[in-house]
């Protein structure tokens, strides 16, 4: 893309540090209720790889103006159990299912590349699909978040923008 050179890698290549916040992998499903009524298949086959387990709530409030009433009335909100949550122990990995979606949350200290990440996911994950009902995805998406954000001076003519950790050895006023 930019004439770099390119070099071949081993397939488990890995760099010692990464410049990553985060990276989520995202799975859209349709709608499957399985998820959220077979919260023993999931706690049994994660529980020992993720020990911290919490339901995700869905709250609804539920608002209703009658005619005949000239205030309307607000009704409590109804939590269901929508999903569940469940992390490692030192909270580098969090695991996210509800009944549209699953999500695979990293650090970027225990991201170690796309390929053995994915392949986990893959062989952890898709039987636990299977068992549930879930066949078929909707979407999938992966986002790595950086590390380093970028910022541009507001009252600044110029068209720069430095990263924002660089941004303490840059001159304070631009030309």
Do not use: C
């Amino acid at each position: 893309m930019f004439n770099f050179p390119k070099v071949k890698k081993e397939p488990e290549f890995q760099y010692k540090t990464n410049f990553l916040k985060s990276v989520i992998f995202q799975f859209q499903y349709p709608e499957n209720n399985s998820v959220t009524n077979n919260k023993e298949l999931w706690k049994k086959a994660l529980e020992n790889k993720y020990p911290n387990i919490k339901a995700i709530f869905h709250s609804k409030v539920k608002f209703e103006l009658k005619p005949d009433n000239k205030t309307s009335l607000l009704q409590q909100p109804q939590n269901t159990a929508r999903g569940f949550e469940f992390r490692k122990k030192d909270n580098s990995i969090v695991i996210a299912f509800t009944n549209d979606s699953f999500t695979v949350t990293i650090l970027g200290v225990a991201y170690s590349n796309f390929n053995r990440m994915f392949n986990e996911v893959k062989n952890d994950f898709f039987p636990l699909f299977k068992q549930a009902g879930i066949s078929s995805f909707n979407r999938v998406a992966i986002r790595k978040i950086n590390l380093f954000g970028f910022d541009q001076e507001n009252d600044s003519n110029s068209p720069q923008i430095y990263p924002q950790s660089l941004k303490r050895y840059l001159p304070v006023q631009y030309a």
